[in-house]
């Protein structure tokens, strides 16, 4: 079985984004960069699937500048066996993202692709559903726990209400949510031997994807201040504010 | 694989792939270890064994060792990224001396060890089996290193060593010693750096007595005064000739210089971020202190220096894995780097005001911590008589 993830080049965490003056977008010029953390979780699922056997390989895919192969990189180190990095300065939108990894499905035929749920950049939580419609394939979303059996993906998905549990047959698309696993750090000795694992580069032209983008971005706004809060002494008095002062309730 | 694309002729301040993954992952670690862990060993004293375990787990300790011996074979560069990156998270010298010395302090072993040391002594350390501590300094020598008095008197196939050692670190836990001591009477030498020579061998406590010095700051990585009776050290434990001592233990001093520098930097950062933050949200004249240009100005001097010093420390860094001489990079680095670092943590305190001086602001801790750095290794005074003498020609003033 061979697994595809995903490793989206994104603003790290912990940074405080700026919005730029012209409120075009965001300052991420010197800004620390990272693996989008829902894909990291989808790579250490790929990887524990694989260390249990039920795997042979797991392709890891980035798409962007090339500063990308940096988050290749990261993943080869948490223990994927092998990058593809799709090489653009383009603008990719999720559509965009959808048919270049269709693409890469088309061309790697892998058994099972898990992706994070949501990028923490523009947390579009579309990617994953577009690219199981492209491809033709289930999807199991916000994925908490995969269980795998028999040519099919029993996957816990957390969703409103609360838990749910679906079947899906191989190959599927899946995305990870926050609690399927926590991911490990990568050790120096995985880190010197990600140095050896090959990446393969391709364009989207090569592969034959026209990522013009659709969606047009206005306009970029910091959310306003948050007012400090108060501490209440009781819930009668909590009630009290909610229905009198914030006319909530 | 894809080569990482590098223009000829480009200078390039950037740290490639591998390094940045260093960072990244050693940072997650680091995580794990946050201000309270920090400020909890600071008031308890208790070595940060579960900060040490998590480093060696991830196979950190063999950064710079060969990778026949287990380790990763990369360069003083990464070793400092990893010291830099481990002070920075606010873990500061209790942190980084915790793992430090087994970082460079086997360095004479790698450089003069035999096939056969080097597979007895490395690969362990690596795994963290063994911890090793680093007793250069005396009571009676200070920083004239050839006025060393410990004995090593050659019995058989043996030495016996007696004398004294002062502040070395970590001694409290280790089991091994790195330990320089005389083996040719001062008198009887040609030049004043002969007949040292090097140990690495057993800490026996029934030989060594090990009486912790009450201190300044980084409570939590002991130093000690070692009163040594009668070691007995094996031949096989001494590292490179007799009377080499010194001329090993030079090789890794500059090391030590560039990552006591890259951890200071780290510290300074830490400090400096601290007080930026606090800088912004503390208001008094309604309006945020930062705001003041007396505030504001000193902290983007300290962004300046601290920037420049990290500069010089990479620079050493990359000149040493270069093979190209860098004592004076490496000095000089080390010097500003302390400088830098001791501001901006004074002056993290100072922006902090009353609360700058209370531990749970931890800006005090920082600032107890970065004397280490201006002290040791080697004094702010000794790396400007050095400069003086070796870079601009003048006399030897020491
Ligand atoms: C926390 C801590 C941990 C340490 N850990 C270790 C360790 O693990 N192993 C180890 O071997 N050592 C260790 N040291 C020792 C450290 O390296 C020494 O303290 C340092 O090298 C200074 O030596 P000294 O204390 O003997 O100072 P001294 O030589 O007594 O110097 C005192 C002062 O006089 C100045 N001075 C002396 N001679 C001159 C001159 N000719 N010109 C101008 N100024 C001069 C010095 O600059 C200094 O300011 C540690 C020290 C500290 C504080």
């Known amino acids: 079985m061979k697994i595809l993830v995903t490793a989206k080049r994104v603003v790290d965490a912990n940074v405080n984004v700026r919005v730029l003056s012209d409120n075009s977008g965001v300052d991420i010029n010197n800004v620390k960069m990272a693996v989008n953390p829902f894909d990291e979780i989808a790579i250490e699922e790929a990887v524990r699937i694989r260390e249990a056997g039920n795997a042979e390989e797991v392709v890891v895919a980035s798409i962007g500048p090339t500063q990308c192969k940096e988050q290749i990189r990261t993943a080869l180190a948490l223990g994927a066996d092998r990058g593809i990095f799709v090489e653009t300065d383009a603008d990719i939108q999720p559509l965009a993202v959808a048919k270049l990894l269709k693409a890469l499905v088309d061309k790697e035929n892998p058994d099972l692709i898990i992706l994070g749920k949501q990028a923490i950049d523009g947390d579009n939580i579309q990617t994953g559903q577009m690219l199981a419609a492209l491809a033709g394939l289930p999807q199991a979303t916000f994925a908490s726990e995969i269980l795998l059996a028999d040519g099919e993906a029993t996957v816990t998905r957390e969703i409103d209400g609360g838990m749910e549990t679906i079947t899906v047959k191989t190959p599927a698309v899946i995305t990870a949510d926050l609690r399927l696993n926590e991911p490990r750090y990568a050790s120096l000795p995985n880190i010197m031997k990600a140095k050896k694992k090959s990446i393969d580069t391709y364009t989207p032209e090569e592969l034959g994807v026209d990522v013009t983008p659709r969606l047009t971005t206005l306009k970029v706004e910091p959310p306003s201040d948050r007012q400090a809060g108060v501490i209440v002494a009781d819930v009668e008095e909590l009630v009290d504010k909610l229905k009198n002062e914030a006319k909530v309730i | 694989m894809v080569p990482i694309e590098q223009e000829e002729n480009n200078m390039d301040f950037n740290f490639n792939d591998q390094q940045i993954a260093i960072r990244d992952s050693v940072s997650k670690i680091c995580a794990d270890f946050g201000e309270d862990y920090w400020l909890q060993r600071d008031s308890d004293g208790k070595f940060p064994v579960e900060f040490l375990d998590a480093i060696t787990a991830g196979g950190w300790l063999g950064i710079a060792m060969p990778e026949e011996y287990g380790g990763a074979g990369l360069g003083i560069v990464e070793a400092a990224i990893l010291s830099h990156t481990i002070t920075r998270s606010g873990a500061g010298f209790s942190g980084a001396s915790a793992v430090h010395l087994n970082l460079f302090g086997p360095h004479p072993i790698v450089v003069f060890g035999t096939n056969e040391q080097k597979q007895r002594f490395l690969p362990r350390l690596i795994a963290g089996k063994d911890r090793a ?139 400096l971020e601290r007080a930026a933050n606090y800088a912004r949200e503390r208001i008094v004249f309604d309006r945020p202190i930062g705001k003041n240009q007396a505030i504001q100005h000193p902290l983007a001097v300290n962004w300046m220096e601290l920037e420049a010093a990290h500069l010089m420390a990479f620079k050493a860094a990359a000149l040493y894995d270069n093979g ?73 003033s020491y």
């Open chain 2, 324 to 396: 190209q001489s860098c004592g004076a990079e490496a000095n000089a680095a080390k010097y500003l780097a302390a400088e830098a670092a001791l501001s901006a943590c004074q002056r993290a305190v100072l922006t902090h005001g009353g609360m700058g001086y209370a531990k749970e602001f931890h800006v005090e801790r920082y600032l107890r911590e970065i004397m280490i750095a201006v002290i040791a290794p080697v004094s702010q005074e000794m790396i400007k008589s050095f400069i003086a003498e070796k870079v601009l020609g003048q006399a030897k």
């Open chain 2, 133 to 271: 501590c680093f007793g250069v300094t005396e009571p009676d020598a200070g920083l004239n290193t050839a006025r060393l008095s410990t004995k090593a008197t050659r019995d058989g196939d043996h030495y016996v060593l007696n004398g004294r050692k002062m502040w070395t670190s970590t001694a409290q836990t280790a089991n091994k010693i790195l330990i320089i001591a005389r083996t040719t009477p001062f008198e009887e030498c040609e030049k004043p750096m002969d007949g040292l020579s090097l140990f690495y061998t057993d800490l026996d406590r029934s030989k060594i007595e090990v009486r912790l010095i009450d201190k300044m700051g980084r409570k939590a990585v002991d130093s000690n005064a070692l009163f040594i009776d009668d070691l007995i050290v094996p031949v096989e434990d001494r590292i490179g000739a007799e009377g080499d001592g010194w001329k090993c233990l030079l090789h890794g001093l500059n090391p030590e210089r560039i990552l006591i520098a890259a951890e200071s930097v780290g510290l300074g950062q830490a400090a």
